[in-house]
């Protein structure tokens, strides 16, 4: 089981999950307007990962297998706790933080939110080519303004409706 893999390999990354999926604080509300407040709420970070993915001591598809089984125990949770409620499930990769960053919220049929997705996989392998774990390299030289908006994009993210 991931949970034991994470135990013995991923101590911080397995204390992150197991708090997500054992002591969830997610609160919702009906109303649409609140969405943002939501958003702002159940907001987590795993920070868990950065260590071994920067040494690669973690295969791609062992942090495929922990994100895939926090996104179903937290898909259980919502299924035990709501009944006909839809919520959207981010899971995004912040390559300057760097940072997994968890977020839930309800859904109100924004076409656009599934839009931006990427596949779970190309998520995972794009932070771990790009994830900043030195820090930022600050080059002073002369540079155009569409250098700096091409650079900009720094965070990738995964979405998943979730159906109660």
Same mark, same amino acid.
Request: proline share 3%.
């Given at each position: 089981m991931i949970l034991d #893999?994470? =135990? =013995? %390999?991923a101590e911080k990354a397995y204390r992150e /999950? !197991? =708090?997500? /999926? !054992?002591?969830?604080?997610?609160l919702f509300s009906n109303d649409p307007k609140l969405i943002g407040i939501e958003e702002s709420h159940n907001f987590? #970070?795993? %920070?868990?990962?950065?260590? *071994?993915?920067k040494k690669d001591r973690v295969p791609s598809d062992k942090l495929?297998?922990?994100f895939s089984f926090l996104e179903k125990e937290v898909e259980l949770y919502l299924k035990k706790h709501y009944t006909d409620k839809e919520f959207v499930f981010y899971l995004s990769a912040?390559? *300057?933080a760097p940072t997994f960053i968890i977020t839930l919220a309800s859904y109100y049929e924004d076409t656009s939110v599934v839009e931006q997705s990427i596949p779970l996989f190309e998520l995972i392998e794009w932070y771990k080519e790009n994830a900043c774990f030195n820090g930022l390299q600050i080059i002073e030289n002369k540079t155009n303004d569409k250098n700096i908006e091409a650079e900009s994009d720094s965070v990738r993210t995964y979405v998943k409706i979730i159906r109660t």
């Open positions: #893999y994470l =135990k =013995k %390999h /999950i !197991t =708090k997500i /999926i !054992t002591s969830p604080v997610f987590i #970070y795993i %920070h868990g990962f950065n260590r *071994l993915i495929l297998e922990a912040d390559a *300057l």
